[in-house]
């Protein structure tokens, strides 16, 4: 969608991310790469010209107003640190409300101390997670800019928020594209229940992802995938909320799952934020954690030593990776269907989040992430497969030593537990068919967290006996 409504605003302005470019474009412009060079964009503020308190605990009285939709929500509560929107526009279904949790029995699973691992638990948005950080901001730019359809590519998650925000406000037509077979039923039933029309690609998310790009550059429909800066914006909203939680402290260390990388991206872009504005004085070590069959960030950093350089980072090598890629047809496979992304469209931004944030790469096993998701669940917290990546790569890091056990860490839920309910029944279920349908083709081949159900008969006596009485 190539479309300009003026918005002339001397305090928020679209950037291109590239320093030898460094084009700008008004906030009222659909834009998801520079006009000039084609890379991406970043949202950027004259931070002289803005109200911004001296103090982050500023945004505490805010929860004593709670009863205003934009005081509720958890990403507009700091509407001043990303103010790119008059209130009037915003659109709001009381996302956010994620609180922080410590978790000692996860913690003793990966090696830190009791209290210094903590969960920030995105799966209790409205739509099941992280996303709506995300989709409120870029569905309040789609009304800002007069859109009447919104469109994402999607794993699941992202067709899920996109489609609910849509819905109840009512404000926008949705198309969401999906891959064939690339899609837990949790999530596409969402989709489907929201009221989003639905085309499956036969392809994977990667296809998927090209498809619609090309289609919203042709017609007027408004993109919402990652590529679009005003979602990376909101999204910065999780770690203010990960900070409230400590007291308006800063963690060692931030664990985030990989996938397209707009995550990471917008953490590293808050911290850089937060750091120059002088309301935090130190940054925390960022680590990102991909799916060992979606690894693509992990060998370009570790093994080909691509880095952010300053904005210059090697075009060529990502260039040629990709092309290899492709000429080998390498696709993404994971049983961690929100990470199954072989060409994150976020990759540069999320260099940067890793130069910002001093940070680390990690991949780790299907079987690694399946077992650390249900330590996370029988502590009382569900996840996604996705989110096990978190805690299966701190515990790699405390391993390695990267992580001490003295350090505070904060790892992202990105999504609810009945986002793929069938995994989680595979993995409990001692129905080896069922496991092997669901679990083994992606390589997992033991479930030693298992808590299978009890068959017995319809007895009392039995029952009491199978309890143990």
């Known amino acids: 969608m190539t479309a300009t409504v003026p918005i002339r605003t001397s305090e928020a302005f679209q950037k291109c991310l590239s320093p030898s470019c460094g084009a700008t474009f008004d906030v009222g412009e659909v834009r998801t790469s520079c006009g000039d060079c084609g890379g991406l964009l970043d949202i950027t503020y004259d931070w002289r010209r803005l109200f911004v308190p001296d103090s982050l605990r500023w945004f505490e009285a805010k929860w004593s107003r709670r009863n205003e939709l934009l005081a509720r929500s958890g990403v507009w509560r700091f509407h001043e640190l990303l103010p790119f929107a008059p209130p009037e526009k915003i659109v709001s279904i009381g996302e956010g409300q994620t609180p922080l949790h410590s978790t000692p029995g996860v913690a003793r699973y990966v090696g830190v101390g009791p209290d210094n691992l903590y969960l920030q638990y995105e799966g209790m948005n409205p739509s099941g997670s992280f996303k709506d950080n995300g989709m409120t901001a870029a569905s309040t730019h789609a009304r800002m800019v007069g859109a009447k359809m919104t469109a994402c590519a999607s794993t699941g998650n992202t067709s899920a928020s996109l489609a609910i925000y849509a819905g109840v406000s009512g404000l926008f037509q949705c198309v969401v594209f999906v891959g064939s077979g690339k899609i837990a039923y949790g999530k596409l039933s969402q989709a489907l229940d929201y009221g989003a029309k639905t085309l499956q690609i036969r392809g994977d998310f990667d296809d998927a992802l090209a498809r619609v790009r090309e289609v919203c550059e042709q017609h007027p429909i408004y993109l919402c995938n990652s590529v679009n800066p005003f979602r990376l914006e909101g999204q910065k ?216 159900p009890v068959v017995v008969d319809n007895d009392t006596n039995a029952i009491v006996k199978a309890l143990g009485l």
């Open 237 to 452: 909203s999780i770690m203010y909320r990960v900070m409230e939680g400590l007291g308006w402290q800063v963690p060692d260390w931030i664990v985030v799952p990989g996938g397209n990388l707009g995550n990471s991206s917008s953490f590293g872009k808050a911290f850089q934020e937060l750091h120059q504005l002088g309301l935090i004085d130190r940054i925390p070590r960022l680590a990102i954690i991909n799916a060992a069959g979606a690894d693509t960030l992990e060998v370009l950093v570790n093994n080909q030593s691509l880095n952010w350089n300053d904005g210059r980072s090697d075009a060529d090598l990502i260039r040629d990776f990709y092309g290899t890629m492709d000429a080998e047809n390498r696709r993404a496979h994971t049983l961690a269907s929100a990470i199954e992304i072989n060409r994150p469209v976020n990759l540069v931004k999320a260099l940067r989040a890793l130069s910002v944030c001093n940070g680390v790469v990690r991949s780790v096993s299907d079987q690694e992430i399946v077992d650390a998701r249900a330590q996370i669940a029988a502590h009382g917290f569900g996840c996604e497969p996705a989110s096990g990546a978190t805690i299966a790569g701190v515990r790699q890091l405390r391993e390695e030593g990267i992580i001490a056990a003295s350090d505070r860490v904060a790892c992202v839920l990105t999504g609810h537990q009945l986002k793929d309910p069938d995994l989680t029944v595979a993995y409990h279920m001692g129905d080896p068919k069922r496991q092997a349908e669901k679990l083994h083709p992606a390589g997992v081949h033991s479930t030693p967290f298992a808590n299978s």
